[in-house]
């Protein structure tokens, strides 16, 4: 009996650590990502073709990524949009739990009906240090599509996380001394058939404002149609042009955001081990909206920034035919 009580434990504690890493489930992820691409440069959406979207080939259907990750008949396979949740489909490879911590910050931890500790905080390495390291490794390409491949990658999959409120703190209450893992320990009540069990998880799945399943992979033509008709929903709620915020493109700012929203709405307003009310519930489905329409359109300005068309240089003036060509003068000597 011991054993079996050791067992479980073990496994509820693995499923927190594993589901502290997921944002926005595929849905959400996408969604950024197919904004992102809707509002890139003409010089970026080639870049980002050139990297994501593999030339037609009868023997190798997939791109650069899939060399590592494709099965037969597997629904990982990558474009500008699915690439958004390639770092979520890999995460239960033990050969990548070195990227546990890339998904997530614990920023100004939340200490409810506790002493501060001072102990606590953000891990080395975190979202926001592997968001800066991204974003400066794609300043200078490697020239290896797969490498820079990843690296886009994994930018697009980070800044969908850090838009996620849950994954910029954890709560430290009595109960959860050592933290609630961004609201893994935060029970909520919710019909069975949404498979939702905590406060973390109905805000991956964006309070239900997209359901709570993601469409099946490889995207058919209706799935691809139904995300491109959220994607505008969102950017005709949140359009660029009045959004403001969408200008801030330093990750700090971001998450930043994101903290306030978990300490101040997220946590504040849900009571735990209840079902969330009608009204949160509609005001964290306007909320995820809005910073999926934020974390697209951030997306695309830093690829925007990142790539530039390249200036031609100017033709080096020709002389005119017939023209004597004028022999330089000789170098003096010493």
């Not at 709570?212 to 149609?225: I, K, V």
Request: with cysteine; charged share 20%; glycine share 6%.
């Amino acid at each position: 009996m011991r054993k079996v009580r050791m067992a479980a434990t073990l496994v509820a504690l693995l499923l927190v650590a594993q589901s502290h890493a997921f944002a926005w489930h595929d849905t959400g992820h996408m969604l950024v990502a197919q904004i992102a691409y809707l509002n890139l440069s003409p010089a970026a959406k080639a870049r980002v073709d050139k990297l994501l979207v593999a030339p037609p080939s009868p023997r190798r259907p997939f791109i650069h990524l899939c060399a590592t990750y494709y099965t037969s008949g597997c629904e990982k396979i990558y474009d500008p949009v699915t690439i958004a949740v390639w770092m979520d489909d890999f995460k239960g490879d033990s050969l990548n739990d070195e990227y546990e911590n890339w998904h997530y910050i614990n920023y100004r931890p939340f200490f409810d009906g506790i002493p501060v500790r001072s102990d606590v905080g953000p891990e080395p390495t975190n979202v926001l240090d592997r968001l800066n390291w991204c974003i400066n490794t794609l300043r200078k390409p490697t020239g290896r599509d797969k490498t820079d491949a990843e690296v886009l990658g994994f930018l697009y999959h980070l800044i969908g996380d850090v838009h996620q409120p849950m994954h910029t703190t954890t709560r430290y209450t009595a109960k959860n001394p050592n933290g609630d893992a961004g609201g893994n320990g935060f029970a909520v009540q919710m019909p069975p058939e949404a498979n939702i069990r905590n406060l973390h998880a109905f805000w991956d799945a964006a309070a239900g404002r997209f359901g709570f399943e993601s469409p099946r992979r490889p995207l058919d033509a209706a799935a691809r149609a139904r995300l491109l008709a959220q994607a505008e929903e969102l950017m005709k709620a949140n359009p660029l042009a009045t959004l403001a915020a969408a200008r801030e493109l330093e990750p700090l700012r971001w998450i930043e955001e994101s903290n306030t929203i978990a300490r101040e709405f997220a946590y504040a307003k849900a009571r735990e081990g209840e079902a969330p009310s009608a009204a949160y519930t509609a005001e964290a489905q306007k909320i995820s909206g809005e910073r999926i329409a934020l974390a697209g359109y951030r997306l695309a300005a830093v690829l925007n920034n990142l790539f530039v068309e390249k200036a031609t240089p100017p033709p080096s003036a020709a002389p005119t035919p017939g023209t004597p060509v004028p022999t330089p003068a000789p170098s003096p000597k010493n």
